[in-house]
């Protein structure tokens, strides 16, 4: 990709926060259009079509894998972890749980403008899900300056931890390794993973992935996709937090 392509990939993930109180029925499952018109864009105007074949290659490959299938599903037990946030400060899922249900979010990193745009969906709405009891949690395997850095830009204001090494991923079922094309190619974009992630993550990545865990530590709503382009909108975690809320 050349660099005026690359610049472009980086401005399509700014995009403005909107005000809370302005939810209406138009905005609503906005992130899911955003990623919609992200998608469209990226491969008929930005992305190389060489590029695409490597992507979509991969794609098929873990289609193939049936990794998403071996993800833990809806009535699994969440394993508990502990997690820095970005100021080094460890944060436990079984203590937060205390609190009510909490959104667990796997992204990819801060490199990924599909990423950006589902962390700002639920940043977006994060006064909604925390009016219904939750809480959110994005996790990647970047260090942590790196995750810091994707915190910083996104304007979250909910943690955002940094699973190096993958091994939370691991026990949620979601981790892949890289084919050598695309992390070649992921090179070519300035997205070496060794930079992102440390040596100790320098081939894998999870699938994005979204867990809406009870207070109980159950998986209550999940969503794993091979494709990372296509994610979870927030109004549907939205919607199943207003089918039991507290009441578990």
Known sequence: M??????ELQKQTCIKPMN????TVENHR?????LDDARARYRDEIIPKPAIRIMDGETARLAASNLASRALKVGDSAPDFKLPDVHGELVQLH???????VVVVFYRGGW???CNLHLRGFQRRLTEIGELGAQVVAISPQLPDNSLSTQEKNQLAFAVLSD???NVAREFGIVFELSNDLLALYREFGHALEEANGESGNRELPLPATFLIDRNGIVRLAHVDVDYSRRLDPDDV???LKGFGNKE
């Open 30 to 34: 906005e992130t899911t259009r955003e």
């Open 2 to 7: 050349v660099a005026g392509q690359h610049n």
């Open 20 to 23: 809370i109180s302005q939810t």
């Open 112 to 114: 990924c403008p599909y």
């Open 164 to 166: 190096v090494g993958n």
């Open 238 to 240: 939205i919607g199943s």
């Open 95 to 101: 203590s937060l749980l205390r609190g009510g249900p």
